[in-house]
């Protein structure tokens, strides 16, 4: 089946730091959303992204969509505490399946004070 | 939030006993879906519903069995529960099927 695969599976930074979570599909995709997911939680969306190269911003949040529309990328400039939690991706594909997400495995951001 | 209730929050059950879990939501959306988290392994998708009466399998199907009938809720069934089936359940709902899921709280369920 198809996969996004997201890598690290964990980052531990200092706060302050920057930090980057990457997506990547064998596919294209037709679109991809990006989660939060806080300890305890339930996943939380986040932004969409649709169009070839599209960037997009929320504050400190960079999101990028290549422009091959395989891969994707998450940056948060300056982390804080509040930002701890583990971050997906989800991919849609076209075609059959296209109601389906497929979710990369997360990656878990640790933010030391 | 969005309107998504799972009931029941906790569970533990014995190995070969059936389980039900319930998915309410208040939101009128067309889409509902169950995934499983584990450790490692992210969200995988068990079932998905498109409309009353219609389901489709995911990912992970094997086990599970849906049924859907009404708009609100969706319920998820495992005949006879594994220990390979402790997991925390999440349901999710979206409108149209390429909008964002909004998720319930989860049902944490341990099979023993």
């Known amino acids: 089946g198809q996969q996004v695969m997201q890598i690290p599976q964990y980052q531990h930074v200092q706060e302050g730091e920057d930090f980057t979570t990457y997506c990547n599909s064998s596919t294209t995709l037709s679109n991809i959303q990006w989660y939060k997911q806080r300890p305890g939680g339930h996943p939380v969306f986040l932004i969409q992204l649709v169009k070839s190269g599209e960037v997009k911003k929320q504050k400190r949040l960079t999101f990028q969509f290549g422009e091959a529309k395989k891969n994707s990328s998450l940056h948060i400039t300056a982390t804080q505490t509040t930002d701890v939690g583990t971050y997906f991706c989800a991919g849609r594909y076209s075609g059959a399946g296209s109601y389906q997400l497929t979710f990369g495995k997360g990656t878990k951001l640790s933010v030391i004070p | 939030d969005a309107g998504i209730t799972q009931s029941p929050r906790h569970k533990v059950t014995e190995t070969g006993t059936p389980v039900t879990l319930r998915c309410h939501q208040t939101?009128?959306?067309?889409?509902m879906y169950w995934y499983r988290q584990d450790p490692g392994h992210g969200l995988r998708l068990i079932h998905y519903?498109?409309?009353?009466?219609?389901?489709d399998k995911g990912e992970v199907s094997d086990g599970y069995s849906v049924s859907r009938s009404k708009t609100e809720d969706f319920l998820l069934t495992l005949e006879s529960a594994t220990s390979s089936q402790t997991s925390v359940y999440f349901c999710?709902?979206?409108?149209?099927?390429?909008?964002?899921?909004?998720f319930g709280d989860g049902t944490r369920l341990s099979i023993l």
């Open positions: 999710a709902i979206s409108e149209p099927s390429n909008q964002p899921q909004h």
């Open positions: 519903s498109y409309g009353v009466k219609d389901t």
């Open positions: 939101e009128n959306h067309r889409y």
